[in-house]
């Protein structure tokens, strides 16, 4: 096998070929593996961030519920007087307690660890009179803590979270409240028909305590140390479970806590049994403050059938390139042969004079035709240069007319607001209502403000705004958005549900510029509401760190998903007359004071509509006032 002048011994040819046909083929399969991993280990990522997100919230929902039972004067009571009354009275309260909050039970214990009342206390697996100062979350709560604990419960042999807290009077501790979380509503979350994860969540020893596949749970990974064993057995926290370790093998290990391991595949269906083995990528998160640890697995029979295919793709290709370099070298081979037959030296030489002479007559026929041919593009050149100052002049017509258009749209709802209050100023004074005439023009002086700050934007196709980013209320800023929204048409149908936190948050912005951001997204919420239904706005203000963040919802129908990605583009509407500029403005508006506005549609489990979220940073000034 030859390649120009590089010559091959015929053994050595195909030992070659294989062997690079062998190479391509495990390259491309381990390289498509390994990306196909990679992409797999980031999906991964994400959603054990959003599982153990979810698993933490639904934790800490069910923090405040001992410590609320736990301020009660009538439990104090108890404690430190114990009746017959006071424990029928607690018990009443327990189960109401209970019934509102959704947990599994809710118990009162003296200080030696026995309960005294209970949620529970007519069934037959009553906590009363039970002593629990075994547990971990009693002894936690009695020495002034927080307690909690997952276990296997003693009286139920039920599993659940355990949360307690202590109940303090006059300085000293006289007893714990306790709360019961059953988790099982989690793990049932976690069995969606079709699902191709496995999911589990370990306990601080490396106990399964959650798992999607039930023949999973109370299992370890690996044999626990002596001490651990100790721990459980005095805490009887899985009662008479042996703890097996689950069958599997590590077959690869990452730098971030991740692995490969073969586990025994689930049957589909609900039943525990498992048939046959599959190769599984793990991703862990720690969740919680007890050192949990949860883990989300995915198959790699995908990953596994895309690295195959990749390699047979490349054997295949390779196989033609063989090919292919056959009939290249077949083809060389001709044309030598055809080269050997040409005609002598002499002949050749009369022919190139012949050649030569054809050449020059066509060189000067090609110089004709290339002067012919510069002249055209001269003239081209020409036209060229007055099309792009054409061009020019109707992009200027355009941005004036975009410009025209979006001041028509800022402008529409203040003067209409200036002509409500002005009418009505005109009604006080003639009826001698001097301080409400007053009223009204001072918030007519305001909106006119707000009119010169809307055209004062037209600075900024040739500027920044330097006062984009100044200290406003964001509760004055909502109030004079409000006074405004009241006198549109239809403003009755409009219910406000607001809700602040104790002090007003000061954040950097334009203030007439918030406003005008607040009037556009809650005239849109009462515009996409049909006029038979009434609007439901809701107005939620949150602090996160150095940022504001504000939620405007509304009951509408929600956005269209095909208008999600374009809904802030200038001159895109979904009314049938709209300009398409009010939402593109307020981005305009927020993205100057350096903050975001966003949106999606709430699920139907939410309540449907729309929710634009604002996100703005706090003063600096106020933070540090606050820290004085």
Same mark, same amino acid.
């Given at each position: 096998?030859?390649?120009?002048?590089?010559?091959?011994?015929?053994?050595? %040819?195909?030992?070659? %070929?294989?062997?690079?046909?062998?190479?391509?083929?495990?390259?491309?399969? %381990?390289?498509?593996?390994?990306?196909?991993?990679?992409?797999?280990?980031?999906?991964?990522?994400?959603?054990?961030?959003?599982?153990?997100?979810?698993? $933490?919230?639904?934790?800490?929902?069910?923090?405040?519920?001992?410590?609320?039972?736990?301020? !009660?004067?009538?439990?104090?009571?108890?404690?430190?007087?114990? @009746?017959?009354?006071?424990?029928?009275?607690?018990?009443?309260?327990?189960?109401?307690?209970?019934?509102?909050?959704?947990?599994?039970?809710?118990?009162?214990?003296?200080?030696?660890?026995?309960?005294?009342?209970?949620?529970?206390?007519?069934?037959? @697996?009553?906590?009363?009179?039970?002593?629990?100062?075994?547990?971990?979350?009693?002894?936690?709560?009695?020495?002034?803590?927080?307690?909690?604990?997952?276990?296997?419960?003693?009286?139920?042999?039920?599993?659940?979270?355990?949360?307690?807290?202590?109940?303090?009077?006059?300085?000293? *501790?006289?007893? *714990?409240?306790?709360?019961?979380?059953?988790?099982?509503?989690?793990?049932?979350?976690?069995?969606?028909?079709?699902?191709?994860?496995?999911?589990?969540?370990?306990?601080?020893?490396?106990?399964?305590?959650?798992?999607?596949? +039930?023949?999973?749970?109370?299992?370890t990974l690996a044999p626990l140390s002596?001490?651990?064993?100790?721990?459980?057995?005095?805490?009887?926290?899985?009662?008479?479970?042996?703890?097996?370790?689950?069958?599997?093998?590590?077959?690869?290990?990452?730098?971030?806590?991740?692995?490969?391991?073969?586990?025994?595949?689930?049957?589909?269906?609900?039943?525990?049994?498992?048939?046959?083995?599959?190769?599984?990528?793990?991703?862990?998160?720690?969740? $919680?403050?007890?050192?949990?640890?949860?883990?989300?697995?995915?198959?790699?029979?995908?990953?596994?059938?895309?690295? @195959?295919?990749?390699?047979?793709?490349?054997?295949?290709?390779?196989?033609?390139?063989?090919?292919?370099?056959?009939?290249?070298?077949?083809?060389?081979?001709?044309?030598?042969?055809?080269?050997?037959?040409?005609?002598?030296?002499?002949?050749?030489?009369?022919?190139?004079?012949?050649?030569?002479?054809?050449?020059?007559?066509?060189?000067?026929?090609?110089?004709g035709r290339l002067q012919a041919e510069?002249?055209?593009?001269?003239?081209?050149?020409?036209?060229?240069?007055?099309?792009?100052?054409?061009?020019?002049?109707?992009?200027?017509?355009?941005?004036?007319?975009?410009?025209?258009?979006?001041?028509?749209?800022?402008?529409?709802? +203040?003067?209409?607001?200036?002509?409500?209050? @002005?009418?009505?100023?005109?009604?006080?004074?003639?009826?001698?209502?001097?301080?409400?005439?007053?009223?009204?023009?001072?918030? *007519? !002086?305001?909106?006119?403000?707000?009119? $010169?700050?809307?055209?004062?934007?037209?600075?900024?196709?040739?500027?920044?705004?330097?006062?984009?980013?100044?200290?406003?209320?964001?509760?004055?800023?909502?109030?004079?958005?409000?006074?405004?929204?009241?006198?549109?048409?239809?403003?009755?149908?409009?219910?406000?549900?607001?809700?602040?936190?104790?002090?007003?948050?000061?954040?950097?912005?334009?203030? *007439?510029?918030?406003?005008?951001?607040?009037?556009?997204?809650?005239?849109?919420?009462?515009?996409?509401?049909?006029?038979?239904?009434?609007?439901?706005?809701?107005?939620?203000?949150?602090?996160?760190?150095?940022?504001?963040?504000?939620?405007?919802?509304?009951?509408?129908?929600?956005?269209?998903? %095909?208008?999600?990605?374009?809904?802030?583009?200038?001159?895109?509407?979904?009314?049938?007359?709209?300009?398409?500029?009010?939402?593109?403005?307020?981005?305009?508006?927020?993205?100057?004071?350096g903050s975001a506005l966003a949106v999606?549609?709430?699920?139907?489990?939410?309540?449907?509509?729309?929710?634009?979220?604002?996100?703005?940073?706090?003063?600096?000034?106020?933070?540090?006032?606050?820290?004085?």
């Open positions: 096998m030859a390649f120009g002048k590089w010559t091959l011994k015929p053994a050595l %040819a195909p030992l070659l %070929a294989v062997g690079s046909l062998v190479v391509l083929t495990w390259a491309s399969y %381990a390289w498509v593996k390994q990306r196909q991993l990679d992409e797999l280990h980031r999906t991964l990522d994400s959603r054990a961030e959003l599982y153990a997100a979810s698993i $933490g919230g639904a934790l800490n929902k069910y923090e405040f519920l001992p410590l609320a039972v736990a301020q !009660s004067d009538a439990v104090a009571q108890l404690l430190e007087q114990p @009746s017959a009354d006071k424990v029928t009275q607690i018990n009443a309260y327990l189960v109401d307690m209970n019934r509102r909050a959704g947990a599994f039970a809710v118990y009162v214990l003296d200080d030696k660890g026995t309960t005294l009342a209970s949620s529970n206390w007519q069934d037959r @697996s009553s906590y009363v009179g039970v002593n629990y100062g075994f547990r971990p979350y009693f002894k936690d709560a009695i020495a002034g803590g927080i307690g909690r604990f997952y276990g296997i419960g003693a009286s139920t042999f039920e599993a659940g979270y355990f949360i307690s807290q202590p109940v303090q009077r006059n300085g000293r *501790i006289i007893g *714990i409240v306790a709360a019961k979380v059953n988790l099982d509503w989690i793990e049932q979350s976690w069995r969606t028909p079709g699902a191709g994860e496995q999911i589990w969540v370990k306990d601080a020893n490396g106990v399964l305590i959650l798992a999607t596949t +039930p023949a999973f749970k109370f299992k002596p001490a651990a064993k100790n721990d459980i057995s005095a805490q009887r926290q899985f009662l008479q479970e042996n703890l097996p370790i689950l069958p599997h093998r590590l077959r690869r290990q990452f730098a971030d806590g991740a692995s490969v391991m073969t586990l025994e595949r689930p049957q589909t269906g609900d039943t525990p049994a498992l048939s046959g083995s599959a190769d599984y990528l793990a991703v862990n998160r720690a969740l $919680g403050p007890l050192q949990w640890q949860i883990t989300v697995l995915a198959e790699l029979d995908q990953v596994n059938e895309a690295a @195959s295919n990749a390699a047979i793709a490349a054997a295949l290709g390779w196989a033609l390139l063989l090919l292919a370099l056959m009939y290249a070298r077949q083809r060389r081979r001709r044309i030598d042969d055809k080269l050997n037959a040409q005609q002598t030296l002499a002949r050749a030489y009369e022919q190139l004079e012949i050649k030569v002479e054809q050449r020059t007559a066509d060189l000067v026929h090609a110089n510069v002249a055209e593009r001269e003239r081209a050149e020409q036209t060229l240069r007055y099309a792009q100052a054409e061009l020019v002049q109707s992009g200027k017509l355009a941005a004036i007319g975009q410009m025209a258009a979006g001041v028509t749209h800022e402008l529409n709802q +203040p003067l209409a607001a200036l002509q409500t209050f @002005s009418d009505n100023a005109k009604v006080f004074l003639a009826r001698g209502r001097i301080d409400d005439a007053l009223d009204n023009l001072s918030t *007519i !002086s305001d909106l006119v403000k707000r009119l $010169g700050y809307v055209t004062s934007q037209l600075k900024g196709f040739a500027r920044r705004s330097d006062d984009a980013r100044k200290p406003v209320s964001v509760r004055q800023a909502f109030a004079q958005t409000m006074l405004q929204i009241r006198t549109r048409k239809n403003s009755q149908r409009l219910t406000l549900h607001e809700s602040w936190l104790e002090d007003d948050i000061i954040v950097l912005c334009n203030a *007439i510029g918030l406003e005008q951001v607040f009037t556009n997204l809650i005239t849109n919420a009462m515009d996409a509401v049909p006029e038979s239904e009434p609007v439901q706005i809701w107005f939620q203000v949150r602090r996160e760190g150095s940022l504001a963040v504000l939620h405007i919802t509304d009951n509408g129908p929600g956005i269209p998903l %095909a208008s999600l990605d374009k809904i802030f583009d200038p001159f895109y509407t979904t009314k049938e007359h709209g300009l398409g500029l009010g939402l593109s403005i307020s981005a305009g508006i927020l993205r100057a004071a999606r549609n709430r699920s139907a489990q939410e309540g449907g509509g729309a929710q634009f979220t604002i996100t703005l940073s706090c003063d600096p000034g106020e933070r540090d006032e606050g820290n004085i």
